[in-house]
C-alpha cells in the first residue's frame, strides 16, 4: 500500500512563504507524476502543480510565476515551495501520485493521496 505523508502547512501572512513536503512510501516513485491539489471550502479540488516522473511541469495560472514544484527521488518526496502567498490560496493542500509517468490535470488521473496540510494565508 502506497502511503503519502504531507507537511509543512501553516499560519503564514500575505505576501510570506511556505514550503509543503510530501513523502511517498514505496520503490518505484519515480515512475509516477506527482500532483498538489487544494480545496477551498465550497470549491473543488484543483490542480496547484504536477510534475511527470520526469522533468516536465505544470502550473495552475493562478500560481504561476509564485509556486515552484520539485521532487527528490533518491528521498520519494514532492516538495512545493510557495512564495508571495495570497489570502486566496488559502485551503487544505493534497499530494497525490498518478496513475501513469505523465498524470494529469484532473483529480480522476491520480490514484493515491495524503491526508492533507492546512495552508492558512492572513490578510
Known amino acids: 500500500q502506497v502511503q503519502l505523508v504531507e507537511s509543512g502547512g501553516g499560519l503564514v501572512q500575505a505576501g510570506g512563504s511556505l514550503r509543503l513536503s510530501c513523502v511517498v512510501s514505496?520503490?518505484?516513485?519515480?515512475?509516477?507524476?506527482m500532483g498538489w491539489f487544494r480545496q477551498a471550502p465550497g470549491n473543488q479540488r484543483e490542480l496547484v502543480a504536477a510534475?511527470?516522473?520526469?522533468?516536465?511541469?505544470n502550473y495552475a495560472d493562478s500560481v504561476k510565476g509564485r509556486f515552484t514544484i520539485s521532487r527528490d527521488n533518491a528521498k520519494n518526496t514532492v516538495y512545493l515551495q510557495m512564495n508571495s502567498l495570497k489570502p486566496e490560496d488559502t485551503a487544505v493542500y493534497y499530494c497525490a501520485r498518478g496513475r501513469t509517468y505523465y498524470g494529469g490535470n484532473h483529480p480522476n488521473e491520480y490514484d493515491y493521496w495524503g491526508q492533507g496540510t492546512q495552508v492558512t494565508v492572513s490578510s
Open positions: 514505496g520503490r518505484t516513485f519515480s515512475r509516477y507524476a
Open positions: 510534475i511527470t516522473g520526469g522533468v516536465s511541469i
